[in-house]
């Protein structure tokens, strides 16, 4: 028979905290990157206005 050598210690799970602040920074990147969206067709709305009239 052979014997599997299992470690002593099972790796750590990361800490929530880190998770909670991955979260965070994501959600402040999607909004940022909504804000640029917007702010692109707001221009767009501008450009073409300004062209038709």
Partial sequence: MSRVDTPEKLAETPESGSSLLALCGLGLAGIAMLGWIC???WLAW????????
């Fill in 46 to 53: 501008r450009f073409f206005d300004w062209l038709l009239f």
């Fill in 39 to 41: 702010a692109l067709a």
